[in-house]
């Protein structure tokens, strides 16, 4: 009879293969300890400040001869010169803004006018408690409408004060560490869209492509390897990369890191979503694109009026910069090309010359030497049709400045995707024209997060979509800021 006695294995080696094991839940990551922590000071900072409102408030109110000539009304009187008095108060107010979701995180915690109706909910249950168990007591009304008041002026001050500090410490000190899970090409836009928002808030650690089978079998000793590292949170840029997602979540989960899931390897369109429960179960919702109608008309008075303004301080550097042109090399000026614009229209882009005469003739003998993956753009870092100066003004983009012309006529933008030569157009996918349905422009998300150096025309499509998706102007004059930054740095321009 054959015996099939399995192997007992040790304690050791069972704490390490089962996910169970206890050692694995009892530990706090950093992230988890600093939530917590940053929950306890909120708590602390609303309290101490909602207890100086209601003593301010008592002061002012007894202080003031104005204030006195005001009727009174029976609320919680006397109890207000007891110590014991502000505990109630402050639990009532503590609870209606931890109810409203206020101490979570971030962008939660950063819905001012929820707090501003939370604290005014706090105030009338405050008053109908009252009326309620103190109707014998005398408590001035001047007392109570200022006790709002400062509460309003303290909490919210207080909160936009710590909030800016932890933006400044965040992104000075205290980087949130984070690893990236996912494809090459998914963690690359990751990596451009947190550079772009956050700047220094996010520091990456590392990134792991999970689709290797190499890689997927030692998940475990990677796992651990990051949790050493003091890693707060893994971004998953793909998900579908993913071998198995229940095992997967359950390792993250038990080593108490958190784990955030971006859209950028999912099949939907790059834009932040809006996440509603419908009958309990999550759904995604998606809002029509931007830079339509009344959006349009915000984006375009504002491209008028600035490019406009621009021309008009910039003519005597644009006089001197076309004498050089004319100096460097036989030809016109200025260099015409007709691109694809909006809705697929044609029209003539205006550029500073920065080749010679005969570029366009010559770019079919370079074509072998094009550094782009898939052809769509052509980019040659040594391209000899460049002309000196025109080296000068490719490396600081001054040979877009014209452009503005465009933008004055109305084929152009200062923000929104480049306009591409009918060349590139030609080697175009069907799902490329989507970026035609907004005005090209001088600048973009593309070009403020790499340029000439991101040489996969998917990648430029998808930030572009981006653009398109999540429109702003906030987020145009974010892209204009980090373009004069990005043209000054000489950022993978050539």
Not at 382 to 400: A, N
Not at 409 to 431: A, N, T, W, Y
Request: aromatic share 10%.
């Amino acid at each position: 009879m054959l015996n099939s006695q399995k192997p007992i294995t040790s304690d050791v080696e069972k704490s390490k293969s089962d996910q169970r094991a206890p050692n694995r839940i009892i530990s706090l990551s950093r992230g988890i300890r600093i939530g917590w922590l940053r929950t306890i000071l909120f708590v602390l900072l609303d309290a101490t400040l909602a207890s100086l409102a209601w003593k301010s408030a008592q002061w002012v109110s007894s202080n003031q001869d104005t204030l006195k000539a005001i009727p009174s009304f029976d609320l919680i009187g006397d109890n207000a010169s007891r110590p014991g008095f502000l505990l109630p108060i402050l639990l009532i107010t503590l609870n209606s803004i931890a109810a409203a979701g206020l101490y979570s995180e971030r962008e939660s915690r950063r819905q001012y006018f929820r707090l501003i109706k939370s604290l005014t909910f706090a105030q009338v249950i405050i008053l109908f408690l009252a009326f309620l168990y103190e109707p014998e007591a005398i408590f001035s009304r001047s007392t109570f409408l200022l006790a709002w008041l400062f509460n309003l002026i303290f909490v919210l001050a207080g909160r936009l004060i710590a909030e800016a500090s932890i933006t400044i410490i965040r992104k000075s000190h205290l980087s949130h560490k984070i690893f990236l899970v996912g494809t090459p090409q998914d963690t690359l836009l990751a990596k451009i869209a947190l550079k772009l928002v956050n700047n220094k808030e996010y520091e990456i650690l590392g990134q792991i492509d999970l689709s290797t089978k190499e890689n997927s079998c030692r998940w475990q000793e990677i796992l651990e390897k990051i949790s050493k590292q003091g890693v707060g949170e893994i971004f998953v840029c793909s998900w579908r990369s993913i071998p198995d997602h229940m095992e997967f979540c359950w390792t993250v989960k038990t080593a108490g890191i958190h784990l955030r899931i971006l859209p950028v390897g999912l099949s939907i369109p790059t834009q932040v979503p809006k996440i509603e429960m419908i009958s309990g179960i999550p759904t995604i919702h998606l809002s029509p694109p931007a830079i339509v109608g009344f959006d349009y008309w915000i984006k375009r008075s504002f491209d008028l009026v600035s490019s406009g303004l621009f021309l008009l301080l910039a003519a005597p550097l644009l006089c001197f910069i076309a004498v050089l042109i004319y100096l460097d090399s036989p030809g016109p000026i200025f260099y015409k090309q007709t691109r694809m614009g909006l809705r697929g229209r044609h029209f003539k882009v205006w550029k500073f010359r920065t080749m010679v005469a005969n570029a366009d003739q010559l770019i079919k003998e370079l074509e072998a030497k094009n550094e782009t993956k898939d052809g769509v753009l052509f980019k040659m870092k040594e391209d000899p049709r460049i002309t000196k100066v025109g080296k000068f003004l490719r490396r600081y983009s001054i040979d877009e400045l014209p452009q503005l012309i465009n933008v004055v006529k109305g084929s152009m933008s200062l923000v929104g995707p480049r306009p591409l030569p009918l060349r590139d157009v030609e080697c175009f996918k069907p799902h490329h024209f989507a970026r035609q349905n907004v005005l090209p422009g001088i600048t973009g998300l593309w070009q403020v997060s790499g340029r000439s150096n991101i040489l996969d025309f998917e990648n430029a499509f998808r930030l572009d979509m981006t653009y398109i998706n999540n429109w702003s102007l906030a987020m145009d004059f974010q892209i204009l800021l980090k373009t004069v930054k990005v043209v000054l740095g000489k950022d993978g321009a050539y």
